[in-house]
């Protein structure tokens, strides 16, 4: 993980293209708020065994349209000597709720004559993955392979070969359609240019290998977006009139160029360095870059810049500064595209300075608002102690929530080095509601009945994609869950598929379901309850939730109230409800189903 300042030193750095999602690299829903609650606790995916030493080279991540995700990463492994032990690309999937799915799976390994390297990640919207990544035989020269997995993390075929190059072809990233085609961008050292190639959904080459750009500038650092339908574009850094600029060039689906290459950047003095580019639905895009500013001999100073541009390439803003400059420069990590057309930036501190995670809104208009993330690490440079967090990736998912994986450094101790992921709430907001019912009306002491709490999303199904897996994640709702509260003296047993419930103490019980719930449309939970031997008239509540906050909070909760009593019957032997309702806990019989609000906005928990 070197972040030098210096435009060569960087061109097998480890920091992969940030937003390859299922939603076009990068396109989310736009919802008001702040990207604030981490949902749980960071997972960690990699740490060096005892005397051993690991070196995590690069790492990506990806998310699907329902939010679950995949950290790729490649590592060389030594022993406290610096024997080699192995080097290898491998990943781990992260459900939506922020918890490891399955264990760290091999994606490839290499002894030591290989090189391995430069590890990316692409996931299209029902969560199918492919992993690309650069590889040499020693005194051979570098290709670009790639691999495709389902989304339960099985392989789905062998390695590919990318690159057609006689020399190293370097320095590779990748983006998937919603549909699972996707295109690997690489720089090729043969020819100095910027290479793509488009591959179907079963991984089959649609054509050879094509440079993107027609200008012999040296370029290096390439990235790419892909819209949902297709369409995508791919930007590079290379030499304009002063130092390095950002250069960009639009393809439609079938890989024809739409126009030539362009010149992004209006500030040209000085170097502008590692480009990200987002595609939207419509087709307009952004790009976005790191600008260096030199002050004479001393530290750099910089800023992240952002250009937007309409569907046909005509610029819509000049560049835009979402955050002021700083020393050293910030590291711009992901671009995205949500469903009002704004566009969402994310950057970091350089390596070994630590830092917040920040993050902004870029409205249509060009105007730019900070937002918060809570992601926060300290310094971790010379005279630090203590470790420090250094993010290396961040993919954005369909409601704006992050999947962030980042390096946990250790400035005095090469040997403690770990690689975590942590998912992050993002802005977008859901609107539930739980209703109660039951199966009858009577109830005896010792009988059981069934309580069945709906609960509804009652956000409106989208149509801004036009692609079912991507308008269903519009306002979707993950992590729903229910909780019951009982009496003690009721037994209480979930009855419902699609539920995992877990009794918290005796009087509460709490269910999380299974799938997202998506926007108009309701799930059931049933739960068994066996009455008290005891008469008496006792609420029943549910409360429900979800890990996004909830734009009206006020229909989450419900109680109902059972009344247990002796009942009379005919003389059949069938129970009577009584009439009347006097007075008396008990001069009525039956359920009441009453609403029960909760004042003020409530906050997931």
């Known amino acids: 993980m070197k972040h030098a300042y210096t435009r060569r030193a960087q061109r097998r750095g480890p920091i992969a293209l940030a937003i390859a999602t299922a939603l076009g690299a990068g396109v989310v829903t736009a919802h008001a708020g702040e990207a604030g609650d981490k949902t749980g606790p960071s997972i960690l995916l990699l740490a060096a065994p005892e005397n051993e030493f690991i070196d995590v080279e690069s790492s990506a991540a990806a998310v699907d349209a329902d939010g679950d995700g995949v950290v790729v990463w490649s590592v060389d492994r030594e022993d406290a000597d610096n024997n080699f032990i192995s080097r290898g690309i491998y990943f781990r999937r992260v459900a939506s709720n922020g918890a490891a799915s399955g264990v760290t799976a091999v994606v490839e390994t290499t002894d030591e004559t290989f090189d391995i390297d430069d590890a990316d990640v692409a996931m299209d919207a029902d969560g199918d993955f492919v992993v690309v990544w650069s590889q040499a035989a020693y005194g051979e020269p570098e290709i670009v392979v790639a691999r495709r997995f389902a989304a339960d993390g099985s392989a789905a075929g062998g390695a590919i070969t990318v690159s057609q190059g006689t020399d190293d072809s370097e320095n590779s990233h990748v983006a998937m359609d919603a549909a699972g085609n996707f295109v690997v961008v690489w720089e090729d050292d043969y020819d100095g240019a910027i290479h793509f190639r488009r591959f179907g959904v079963d991984g089959t080459a649609l054509g050879n290998a094509v440079a993107a750009n027609t200008t012999a500038l040296d ?35 079938n890989g024809d160029p739409l126009d030539d290459e362009f010149l992004v950047n209006v500030t040209e003095a000085e170097q502008q360095h590692g480009p990200r580019v987002a595609v939207d639905v419509d087709g307009d895009f952004a790009v976005g870059w790191t600008s260096y500013l030199k002050y004479g001999y001393g530290p750099p100073v910089g800023a992240v810049l952002v250009r937007r541009f309409a569907a046909d390439g005509t610029p819509l803003t000049d560049e835009i500064m979402p955050a002021s400059m700083s020393i050293p420069p910030p590291r711009l990590i992901a671009l995205a595209f949500d469903a009002d057309g704004d566009v969402l930036v994310d950057w970091h501190g350089e390596e070994y300075f630590g830092g917040a995670l920040g993050a902004a809104r870029i409205d249509a208009d060009g105007n730019s608002e900070l937002r918060a993330t809570n992601f926060e690490s300290g310094g971790c440079g010379i ?16 409601d704006g929530d992050r999947l962030i994986a980042f390096s946990r450094l250790n400035f005095y101790d090469k040997y403690d080095q770990e690689l975590h992921a942590q998912r992050i709430q993002g802005p977008a907001e859901i609107n539930l509601a739980a209703t109660l019912s039951a199966s009858d009306t009577v109830t005896n002491p010792g009988d059981e009945l069934v309580l069945s709490v709906e609960v509804e999303n009652l956000n409106a199904l989208s149509d801004y994609y036009g692609i079912a897996a991507l308008d269903n994640a519009v306002g979707a709702a993950s992590g729903v869950h229910v909780q019951i509260t009982a009496p003690e003296s009721f037994e209480v047993t979930a009855t419902s598929e699609g539920w995992t419930c877990e009794a918290t103490d005796a009087a509460h019980l709490a269910c999380f379901a299974s799938a997202t719930l998506i926007p108009a449309t309701d799930v059931t939970l049933e739960i068994t309850l066996t009455m008290p031997d005891a008469e008496g008239a006792y609420p029943v509540y549910a409360s429900v939730g979800a890990n996004q906050s909830d734009s009206d909070s006020t229909d989450n909760d419900a109680q109902l109230v059972i009344a247990v009593a002796a009942l009379p019957v005919d003389d059949d032997g069938t129970p009577v409800q009584s009439g009347g309702g006097g007075g008396g806990a008990l001069g009525w019989l039956g359920l009441l189903l009453l609403p029960f609000g909760v004042g003020g906005r409530r906050r997931r928990t």
């Open 219 to 253: 370029p290096v650092h390439p990235a790419i977006a892909v819209g949902a339908k297709g369409d995508f574009v791919i930007a590079w850094e290379a030499y304009d009139s002063d130092e390095t600029g950002i250069y960009a060039r639009r393809f439609a689906a």
């Open 383 to 398: 005279g630090t102690a203590s470790d420090c967090d250094v993010v290396e990736d961040v993919a954005i998912d369909a």
